[in-house]
């Protein structure tokens, strides 16, 4: 056994959106009052593991978290002025960095191909933002950081099968051991697992239950307000 350096890749829109629709406590809720922070995410996760993996790991002498998520577009003013609030709480911790891609907008046009525009001059959405690129950049530093010599373990915190082939490429390179974490609801024993390409050589998965996606986040009105205020 020895102690290990960990980087958490956390594919920050997936972790959050698919714990708040899994679990029944939440599922009601806002989105807002169910934020993950990645730091408290990060601890929770590492003394899981700590605790359940069988390979016979120690718990990391340190670790970092890298939380890659959406921004929505400066124009979209109160989301952006959040958006870059949460990130400046979320980094007063060094081992803490959050990466925004901006969201992707589409906008409606009439018959002659112009785009529509409401009372004020704005163009009109056509339906909700989505995201744009953010399985790539959470592809690339997973595989950017198993290549660095002082990462011993790389975990991978989605439930998007698209990132599947990380798994089998930080695996090829043989630098670090890579192992993934994903949601679980033990009532209804249903979570979201990514797997390997090769199913017959799994990796390493670590559970995360209904109490860690609460204690691992600010769920309630008051607290979300509160981390918001606090660097405002």
């Known amino acids: 056994s020895k102690d290990l350096r960990t980087t958490i890749i956390v594919d920050y829109q997936n972790v959050h959106l698919t714990g708040h629709g899994l679990f029944g406590s939440t599922r009601a809720l806002p989105l807002h009052e169910t934020l993950v922070d990645p730091l408290l995410f990060g601890q929770h996760l590492l003394r899981l593991e700590t605790r359940d993996n069988v390979q016979g790991w120690q718990a990391p002498c340190s670790a970092e978290s890298w939380s890659i998520g959406d921004n929505p577009h400066p124009t979209m003013i109160g989301n952006y002025a959040r958006n870059l609030a949460q990130k400046a709480h979320w980094e007063r911790d060094p081992r803490v960095e959050v ?22 001059g ?15 950049l959470c592809a690339l530093a997973a595989i950017r950081e198993a290549q660095d010599p002082g990462t011993d373990l790389v975990i991978l915190a989605s439930s998007d099968s698209d990132l599947s082939p990380v798994l089998d490429e930080v695996r090829r390179l043989g630098a670090a051991k890579v192992e993934t974490c994903c949601w679980y609801d033990t009532q209804a024993r249903r979570g979201y697992q990514i797997h390997p390409t090769d199913r017959t050589k799994p990796v390493w998965n670590t559970r995360l239950d209904e109490a860690t996606f609460k204690h691992a986040g600010t769920h309630s009105p008051r607290m979300a307000k509160s981390a918001i205020s606090s660097v405002a």
């Open 99 to 120: 990466t925004l891609r901006p969201l992707k907008y589409e906008y409606l046009k009439d018959a002659a191909g112009i785009y529509a525009t409401d009372i004020h």
């Open 122 to 136: 704005k163009r009109i959405l056509s339906g909700k933002p989505r995201e744009k690129g953010v399985d790539v």
